[in-house]
């Protein structure tokens, strides 16, 4: 009987104990706010386009942060899914078509003659990089421009182009080098080519 | 002088001994010079001319933009004939802004001078040098100026001319070394007078005799405190930070410069076009170029002028026709492949090589990597090139970056040696590249987040304001309301019925129009019958209210008849709601037309429908014309007369603005005011028919 | 015209890595030469057994990952694995033991890893433990140095009795001719002292200097390889030096019990290991400094096993023991960078 009281009391103070620390942890080392809607935050692209669904790309951060899909964003494209896939360490998965598709890099421009001034393009961007006032002729702020689209849409007398970021000497990548060998059975292709330059 | 070294390093075969046979020869003046506005590190220079300008030999055609950045001269006399797009040295084959001189012949010089530099001002001197377009001549063309111009917080101590030249086939700077001598210690003295070091060594490799005796004449000619360091042959002994470990025994520490450890490196080419510039007044507007390999006949040197085409140095050295399967810009370990030869000459090209295929031959396919470590043994910088390869291969950029990827200097050593062939340096290059695009992607979206987040907040607040006026403004109207209440007398009673008969009359003329618009909406079967139905609607409710509130009020006050012109203002919205319907229908023909499958009954209809859009449109208009000639008034007339006195009211403010003279303001203010005044009145007149 | 663009280097030293390879076969001629006058005909025709089954073994695997088959064999990587097990195996070891060991080598230890360039371990080494582990006494029966068989100075047996003995695989016939290695004897010594050993044994006796002549073809080959830059000499002198130095303090404490350091160093493979295992690329560190301590383990672990371990050599498990070890010195021995301080140390920011 008396060992079992024993029993009884060890796990009782050892519980006691525990608990304490636990306490203890929990107070010392509380972690302030929701750093994780903050980190997908800086993996997403910023075009605040919409096209997952949410006014922008801080909504979307905290939808996933709440455990949306992580592949409804078209601009970030599968880097960014890979990026958040690592982050939140689950499973990669494809780009959601129904949110849009990948594309390369785009900026909106104004053709400045046809425009009406309505200012509805205004309104529209994320960013304010459209400049103009009502009746006046209005021009989009190259350097500013996410190329979300959002300004394309509400335009009357669709006079806005969503046109690719040229390659210039300055923006240029040197491109990848071929890959010529690879590594283990599962990666069969197609045969090679002896000499692929 | 103790003799340091650098880790690694290679020994390519030097093939230098083909063009040092003959003295550098003088290039003759080509027809066509095309000059690219970048041709240096920083931003690209602004250009001063414009086509059809004559320019003088010597005279400035572009001006630098910002700190880092160079001018650029006219190499000869002659016409701009263009300033455009063409290719450019650069190894992304891309063409880039150029201007485009074509010469006169002449050849003849604008005016101008030396400059005794000890006799001005520093920043005057600096000044000269940014000026006169003087940027780095050992091939990444940075603006000597900004690294003569240190300021207080970097004392020079070491000041290094590299005239190591260690890549191979390049031999512009030896034949300089040999044959301008003394113009190049004349240059370092320009250097010396600007940073004071303690002491200045020239690091020159030992493969060159010839330039080295040159060099030792001519040090014994001239009182100058300079030390002659030679230096074993191993190939890059030239890279600015192997020289440094070489004649210093210091290393730069990584993401610095040698500056920040009191090390200043220039060119011997550069040494010698600041002498040009200072001593004798001439902008760097040539250079030595080494035009070599075995496709063509007589490799040698040629003075050549900045802008001259590649094609013409390769014929100038007798290029064998056919032969010639790789052209490099630079040397054989670090040189960009040219894929034209209409690229001209920029002040960083020292070398040209027209290679044949058995002398350049196509790399063979890579092979895979076996770890045996050689790059690793050549590596200058020390890095890890294998694991590099691993890492880049596997585009972990991150691991790449903390594997000090942004120490590689690039200068080929790795793939030199590599026996499975594998082009490493394009694989730090494509990571290099990938990284930096990385990093500005998110410093843009950083950016893009802080304006986003900065217009919610202005959204957010503009909404809490708006709900306050709307409230101030509430408040008022109750009051004012109030206020009215007490003091009503039989004078404002008769104005309410002159105002409610008018609203009544307008009341009706807006639903008289609105049903025409709707009938022929609905007859045409134009888009938006519905809003135009509730439209009617509610104009129909707000005649009978209106008819109402004159009916009541006129039995208890007399009704004077008063001949109640239909107001032409009321056509208004209507005019301007067809406008939109005929840009609406314009734009989409043009989508439908654009589109993908085109259902050509649908774009026929789409036809139609904007025709009648614009009839409806020209009819109204027309109407409108017609009522304000029934008032005396030539409404198109009126129109264009608006249209210009807006004209000239902006041109009398653009004027203003332009214009110094305080008198000359004021006149064109008192013109500005009739303008104003002018348009004012045309405009009310207009106003009714808008 | 029609120019190519290509990033820099324009230009490439002409050294390959099938080339490297060759100067490898070209070094191991000697000790090939060597284990023939020593060992008979055998070696030579487990070298063809080898060389037929391994390059077999890597045409089939690259013929089903579908890559180029004569590239890849052309790189002769797998010559190289097929001559390392050929001249690690005893000369009349039964003909399936090569092909199993090539099967081994070729197939798991290399291909399955992604090739050449991509095995942690090295094959031949991996297909050597394997066989030894499995096959002890095949693995084990080492025929005496022909010095020794022949009455009236030096003679081989004929090839065909060395075919025989191998296509056949006779065990009464291996016996008559098999017998304890020099190391082996030198550890199962029944109580007596190794001294006492050197003088009674008839095969220590004799045959030693076989052994001592056999290692020193090695070393010659290993150096032609040192000055021919193929590897540099980090490894290989790390190795020898550690045994050496390891069994000069044990056998300064206890002659009696220990072997002599110049026994170690000549007696068994440790020259083979040391210039021609171990400095494997592929499966070694890769910095010099990470050589070294590369090199120090395996000298190191072959003092250990040999000692007291249970196998008559111990070069085969010491080097993939190391090639265990070698990524994790490879992350301690990374170089300090120009411009930098300090090396990076460890797996840091990976």
Redesign the interface.
Known sequence: MSSVALAILVLAILALIFGVILGFAAVRFKVEGDPIVDQI?AL?????CGQCGHP???PYAEGIAAGEAINKCPPGGQTTIDQLAELLNVDSIPLDSEHGVEDVRKIAYIREDEC?GCTKCIQAC????ILGAAKQMHTVIVD?C?GCDLCVEPC???CIDMLPVA???L???????????????T??????E???? | MKVFSFHGGIHPPENKKQSTRASVRTMPIPKSLVIPTQQHLGLAADPVVSVGDKVLKGQIIAEPVGRISASLHAPTSGTVTAIEAQPVPHASGLTAECIVIESDGLDQWIEHQAIDYKGIERSALVNQIRQMGIAGMGGAGFPTDVKLNLGSDHIVTTLIINAAECEPYITADDMLMREHASEILEGIKIIQHLLEPTHTLIGIEDNKPNAIRALNEALAETDIDVDLVVVPTKYPSGGERQLIQLLTGVEVPSGKIPADIGIVVQNVGTAQALHRAINHGEPLIQRIVTVTGEAVEHPGNFWTLIGTPFSELLSAADLKPGAMHRLVMGGPMMGVAAETDSIPVIKTTNCLIAATDSEMPEAPAAQPCIRCGMCEQACPAQLLPQQLYWFAKGKEFEKAKNHNLFDCIECGACAYVCPSSIPLVQFYRFTKSEIRAEELEQRKADHARERFEARQARLEREAIEKAERRKARAAEAAKAQAERKKQSSSETAQDDTAALKTAAAVARTKLKKAEIALKNAQDKGLDGVETLQATVDKLKQAATEAEQALQNSSTTEAVQSTPTKSEPKEAKPDLKALKQQVSIMRTKLKKAEAAEEKDESEIEALKSRLEEASKAHTDADNALIELAQSAGIDLKQLRIDVAMAKVAITKIERAISKSDDETEQEALKTDLESAKSHFAQLESQLKPYE | MSLIRMSSPHVTRSNTSSGVMQLVILAMIPGILALTLFFGWGTLIQVAICLASGLAFEALALKMRGLPISRYLGDYSATVTALLLAVSIPPSAPLWIGIVGMFVAILFAKQVYGGIGNNPFNPAMVAYALLLVSFPVQMTSWNLPYVLSGSEGWSIPAISESLSLIFAGSSQMMDAYTGATPLDILRNRDGFTTEEMWRSNQTLIEGAAAYHALSAAWFMGGIYLIYKKVFTWHTPVSILVTLGFVSAIAYGVDPSNFVDPFNHLTLGATMLAAFFIATDPVSSATSNRGRIVFGMGIGLLIFIIRTWGNYPDAVAFSVLLMNLAAPMIDHYTQPRSYGHKRARLGPKGE
């Not at chain 1, 994320?126 to 990089?129: N, T």
């Not at chain 1, 923006?171 to 059975?185: G, S």
């Not at chain 1, 990666?187 to 090679?192: G, L, N, S």
């Not at chain 1, 002896?194 to 330059?197: A, I, K, L």
Request: aromatic share 6%.
């Open positions: 935050d997403l692209p910023q075009t605040q922008g790309c801080r009406i994320p960013v304010d990089a500013e996410t009357p007398v669709d390659t210039t000497t923006n240029w990548k040197w491109p990848e080098p071929p890959q010529t060998n690879n590594l283990i059975a990666d069969r292709q197609p045969r090679f002896e000499n692929p330059s």
